[in-house]
């Protein structure tokens, strides 16, 4: 039978995006990485999980195996106030909803406020998640310019001045792929510029307790809490497998997210939100999340190391205090799909960094590497690879 | 902020729905109730779950932490082979998809397939779940008859010769709210009308495994493969809150689905698949499945004595061999909201039948009565009171 007349409008803006052709050569025997995107499993704080089980198997009983409320887990969710407030931002039991990873949020706000043509404001490059996400919503993308200090609040007005806008979407924290920070100066400007133009932001936050120097910076949403839905993850420091994300928005769009995740997966699975309560009320996070810092900042600092020591001087580092990438920039015009192809041929693999844009001009030169994966010999060998490879695209 | 002026339009079919608010009055103190629809707790495989995580943690370690495939676990999906050969679908790993509960999969083929306006065709009654999955994509419904036997093949081949139809949606076994089960002769000639008219069936299959008496029938799926989504969970037979649904189909319409789903939440959590696979590996399935039955069997026996010694002869009971629910039709036009309001009152609750149609017009004078999560004592007293409740009207 015809399959293809079943589709529906909405699949033309989501076919097969080319980052998973490129991910897919990673797995070829002898090929060293850079270019995945994932915690690495040495993360998982192993030495725990079965104390974990055995408590929540203790505790909650068949309630960890029961439906549950769509909303989330009511020991988690108590749970994370105090995660919350940790970071600044103040709410209670009621103002945080738990969803399958964050990408269940963003789901949710591009399904709850997207009609075809609806305009999203993102940094330019973004996080190519949010993409997959809200494309199927078909969105019309809005990009704003950032530099090393993150979204340039002059964009950002300039934006809301020129477009009726459904949400702005940002990583400021460690940003995936580029790794920088928005700085405090511009989060104060841009909670302002928000206010002042009735916006509202979907804050992504998933790497911001993966500092490995400087000081902690503020989540927006503790400068415009009416105007903006932040949103976080377990995933990066207990277990991305788990898919526990978790969100807090002003009260009307969190009563509409609940509907709308109704009709999607009911609830997130009642036993690993259990799971992750436990972690949390154990003070498991505070006592294992300097292992995880220990394990990735030698990885950022040999890579850092490696990309001054190797690559040319027109090829810039953006500074990253955090997270899990690197982000490089060629010189004006370097073709960095070229580079890819040779890298391939030399077994290296990093992901070009013109797939974080919604504009296909933009980006030629960038490229995104990545740390968390690879130990530190291996990271030393990619970057020296790549920097092989780049001498024979100037020769 | 006017954060009503952000909402998609498709949330104008996504109102809170009234049987929610029925459900609510079920927690008040007091109230005896058939107004449920989830498994007991006592139907969980307990006492084999610390086993399972147990097992699961030595032997997939990390791995069941990680990120992984959207296409679902693989050792989960190589246990599910065996789990539809048992049901007549003879498939491999490659067939066989994982997503967040049926509901995950519900969410993915309406998202996958419905434009505004396109048309889905439903059973009247159907599935609540069904229509919460559908509702934000804003599809129009063409209803279709139903009886005893389920679906009425006239009625659906009426349905696909005047109207374009992107899929057909039953709940061919158990129906949820009737109960009721589509027989063997009329599954050949759906089969047949849908290949006849190249149309796509949706089969929902969540309750089948719970049978009380009588002969299996083959899903829909044996019998025209290449027209049919075959979607099954192991929410009844194992534990909801893990939230594992499957589904089988049509390999073009599998691969978008993947795409869809790494879009809604890139995949289902790992843990729970790999302690489903744990659980269907050890055989703990069909040594449980027994279990089931044996506290759900019962339950339904003492509903139907209860329906037949208790209520007047004119409210009649869908036949029923399994699942979770029975079906109770009034003489016509026998106002069933009116009824509600007087159980309330006498501390008794069901869920008014009328909610399970899209035509508002349609079902009033049915109930649906759920036997899963009361005992047996209760259910009869809920009978005797809803009885008593009925017997006040008619005076």
Same mark, same amino acid.
């Given at each position: 039978? /015809?399959?293809?007349?079943?589709?529906?409008?909405?699949? !033309?803006?989501? @076919?097969?995006?080319? &980052?998973?052709? #490129?991910?897919? $050569?990673?797995?070829?025997?002898?090929?060293?990485?850079?270019?995945?995107?994932?915690?690495?499993?040495?993360?998982?704080?192993?030495?725990?999980?079965?104390?974990?089980?055995?408590?929540?198997?203790?505790?909650?009983?068949?309630?960890?195996?029961?439906?549950?409320?769509?909303?989330?887990?009511?020991?988690?969710?108590?749970?994370?106030?105090?995660?919350?407030?940790?970071?600044?931002?103040?709410?209670?039991?009621?103002?945080?909803?738990?969803?399958?990873?964050?990408?269940?949020?963003?789901?949710?706000?591009?399904?709850?406020?997207?009609?075809?043509?609806?305009?999203?404001?993102?940094?330019?490059?973004?996080?190519?998640?949010?993409?997959?996400?809200?494309?199927?919503?078909?969105?019309?993308?809005?990009?704003?310019?950032?530099? /090393?200090?993150?979204?340039?609040?002059?964009?950002?007005? !300039?934006?809301? @001045?020129?477009?009726? &806008?459904?949400? #702005?979407?940002? $990583?400021?924290?460690?940003?995936?792929?580029?790794?920088?920070?928005?700085?405090?100066?511009?989060?104060?400007?841009?909670?302002?510029?928000?206010?002042?133009?009735?916006?509202?932001?979907?804050?992504?936050?998933?790497?911001?307790?993966?500092?490995?120097?400087?000081?902690?910076?503020?989540?927006?949403?503790?400068?415009?809490?009416?105007?903006?839905?932040?949103?976080?993850?377990?995933?990066?420091?207990?277990?991305?497998?788990?898919?526990?994300?978790?969100?807090?928005?002003?009260?009307?769009?969190?009563?509409?997210?609940?509907?709308?995740?109704?009709?999607?997966?009911?609830?997130?699975?009642?036993?690993?939100?259990?799971?992750?309560?436990?972690?949390?009320?154990?003070?498991?996070?505070?006592?294992?999340?300097?292992?995880?810092?220990?394990?990735?900042?030698?990885?950022?600092?040999?890579?850092?190391?490696?990309?001054?020591?190797?690559?040319?001087?027109?090829?810039?580092?953006?500074?990253?205090?955090?997270?899990?990438?690197?982000?490089?920039?060629?010189?004006?015009?370097?073709?960095?799909?070229?580079?890819?192809?040779?890298?391939?041929?030399?077994?290296?693999?990093?992901?070009?960094?013109?797939?974080?844009?919604?504009?296909?001009?933009?980006?030629?030169?960038?490229?995104?590497?990545?740390?968390?994966?690879?130990?530190?010999?291996?990271?030393?060998?990619?970057?020296?690879?790549?920097?092989?490879?780049?001498?024979?695209?100037?020769?």
């Amino acid at each position: 039978m /015809d399959y293809e007349g079943l589709l529906a409008d909405r699949t !033309e803006l989501m @076919k097969t995006n080319a &980052i998973r052709e #490129i991910l897919k $050569v990673v797995s070829k025997p002898g090929m060293v990485s850079v270019a995945g995107g994932i915690p690495s499993e040495k993360s998982f704080p192993m030495e725990i999980i079965k104390e974990l089980t055995d408590k929540v198997l203790t505790k909650y009983a068949t309630n960890a195996f029961q439906y549950d409320l769509t909303e989330g887990f009511i020991p988690l969710r108590e749970q994370l106030v105090g995660l919350l407030a940790k970071r600044g931002i103040i709410t209670d039991v009621d103002g945080i909803n738990v969803a399958s990873g964050s990408q269940g949020v963003l789901d949710g706000v591009a399904k709850l406020m997207v009609s075809k043509g609806d305009k999203i404001a993102l940094e330019a490059p973004t996080y190519l998640g949010a993409l997959s996400a809200f494309n199927p919503y078909e969105p019309e993308y809005i990009r704003m310019d950032m530099d /090393d200090q993150g979204l340039v609040p002059e964009s950002l007005e !300039e934006t809301l @001045k020129s477009h009726n &806008i459904k949400f #702005i979407y940002l $990583v400021p924290t460690f940003q995936n792929p580029t790794g920088r920070t928005l700085t405090l100066e511009r989060r104060i400007q841009i909670a302002r510029i928000i206010e002042k133009y009735n916006a509202l932001l979907v804050e992504d936050d998933p790497y911001s307790a993966l500092r490995y120097r400087g000081e902690d910076i503020p989540p927006i949403k503790t400068m415009a809490p009416d105007n903006v839905i932040y949103i976080s993850t377990l995933s990066k420091v207990f277990a991305p497998g788990l898919r526990i994300g978790f969100y807090v928005a002003p009260k009307f769009i969190s009563q509409w997210m609940v509907l709308v995740k109704q009709g999607v997966d009911l609830h997130t699975s009642t036993f690993n939100q259990a799971l992750a309560a436990e972690y949390l009320e154990g003070n498991h996070l505070d006592t294992h999340l300097p292992n995880i810092i220990r394990l990735y900042k030698p990885k950022q600092e040999a890579m850092l190391a490696a990309i001054k020591k190797n690559m040319p001087t027109d090829f810039t580092c953006s500074p990253s205090d955090g997270g899990m990438f690197l982000w490089v920039t060629g010189p004006k015009g370097f073709d960095m799909m070229e580079l890819y192809y040779k890298c391939i041929e030399n077994k290296v693999a990093f992901v070009p960094g013109k797939f974080f844009y919604t504009d296909e001009a933009e980006g030629i030169e960038t490229m995104r590497l990545n740390y968390t994966m690879a130990d530190e010999k291996t990271i030393e060998m990619a970057i020296g690879k790549i920097t092989d490879s780049i001498k024979t695209m100037s020769s």
